[in-house]
């Protein structure tokens, strides 16, 4: 039975990479030739294990909402490599993930474009030159008014990446182009795109649930929506 998505639902899947049973070697069989080749360019074994079990786990994850065998997801990708899958006789869902440490979040929505990221805190030497870099004024005068620096950092960071992850971007998007929210007095925050106001009104973030000692953050192109939490087995 197929693993069903509501309109104004949000799954978020949870893995622990490290207490899965699988060992890399046996699950490169779920994973396409494309997907392999990009495996084999990185340098340290570990590295490249680490690859193959995210890219298994998240064809499990998402062969649960098709039906079908992790293997038989075929995934295409845009111009600036964000992920989608091509199953044209099958009902389309968007999804998104993340990963750092041990954890992987994966997010999916129905219809709406979808970003999700998560970071393992930790001390930075150089935070407030990243922050100046890529925080808008607004998220700066955030960042200054709290005693807590490096968590309200990663909110403001986790919320900034998953919203040009949504956008389909990535690095290419600038990160000083929007101004997120952390402050709302909302369920779910609204964010600034400067010079396109309109636009502004169609984007929610929020923070996700996750193991203590990270922050994650979702962006989603919704007014209104439901999250609902998986852990895979």
């Known amino acids: 039975m197929n693993l069903e998505i509501e309109k104004d639902q949000v799954h978020v899947w949870q893995v622990h990479l490290n207490s899965t049973s699988s060992h890399p070697m046996e699950i490169t069989k779920a994973l396409s030739s494309d997907e392999l080749e990009q495996a084999n360019k990185f340098k340290f074994p570990e590295d490249r294990e680490h690859f193959i079990l995210r890219r298994n786990q998240l064809r499990t994850i998402l062969s649960k909402y098709y039906g079908c065998q992790p293997r038989e997801i075929i995934f295409r990708y845009n111009s600036y490599k964000k992920p989608f899958i091509y199953m044209p006789e099958l009902k ?14 994966v997010g999916i929505s129905k219809h709406n474009d979808i970003g ?30 709290t005693l807590d620096i490096t968590n309200t950092f990663f909110k403001i960071w986790t919320r900034k990446e998953a919203f040009i992850k949504a956008k389909g971007e990535g690095i290419y998007h600038p990160l000083k182009s929007f101004c997120v929210d952390i402050k709302s007095s909302g369920s779910y925050e609204q964010l600034v ?32 929506f439901q999250i609902l939490y998986f852990q895979l087995q």
């Open 92 to 105: 389309r869902i968007k999804f998104n993930m993340s990963f750092s440490g041990d954890l992987m979040l």
């Open 116 to 145: 999700i990221d998560i970071e393992k805190v930790h001390e930075m030497h150089d935070l407030e030159n990243i922050a100046f870099e890529n925080f808008s004024s607004q998220e700066l005068k955030y960042l200054n008014g």
């Open 193 to 224: 795109i400067f010079n396109h106001p309109a636009e502004s009104k169609l984007w929610r973030t929020t923070e996700i649930n996750t193991s203590s000692g990270y922050i994650a953050s979702m962006a989603i192109n919704s007014h209104r």
